[in-house]
């Protein structure tokens, strides 16, 4: 599937649909170039699970978790780890096999350990089409 947006609030607002729709142990990819709005497309899916606390990127710590919503919520930025065995360390599959609701950020760079089931979700700028302009393919794979 492939969604239009034209503003950062229509990207929050599909995150929110995304977030609502979003059920125990689902994993999202998002894949998309600095500053295209993964974080605001997270921040949008974290409201969708009636997360009330501020969402950030968490690129120094690797994930972080947010339990108040009505499901438990991982979110992961892995743009800056050195080598895929960190993700290990921080026990990666107890999250994104376990209760809650995951989403990795710059997924392509641990593409070895993602689970098999997942949706891929990629933000594309087009300045032709204006700067606020996204398209964002939303693709299930198992």
Not at 114 to 137: M, N, V
């Amino acid at each position: 599937m492939i969604i239009e947006t034209r503003s950062a609030e229509e990207t929050y607002q599909l995150g929110i649909e995304i977030g609502r729709k979003a059920t125990k142990g689902q994993v999202y990819t998002l894949v998309g170039d600095l500053g295209v709005g993964k974080t605001v497309f997270t921040q949008g899916l974290a409201k969708g699970l009636e997360i009330e606390e501020p969402i950030s990127s968490p690129t120094f710590t690797i994930v972080q978790v947010y339990d108040e919503g009505r499901l438990p919520f991982y979110h992961f930025d892995v743009y800056r780890i050195g080598d895929i065995s960190e993700m290990d360390e921080i026990g990666f599959e107890d999250y994104v096999y376990g209760e809650g609701v995951s989403l990795i950020e710059w997924a392509n760079m641990i593409e070895d350990i993602l689970p098999e089931e997942r949706i891929a979700i990629t933000i594309e700028k087009d300045l032709e089409q204006g700067f606020d302009y996204r398209k964002i393919t939303i693709e299930e794979e198992a």
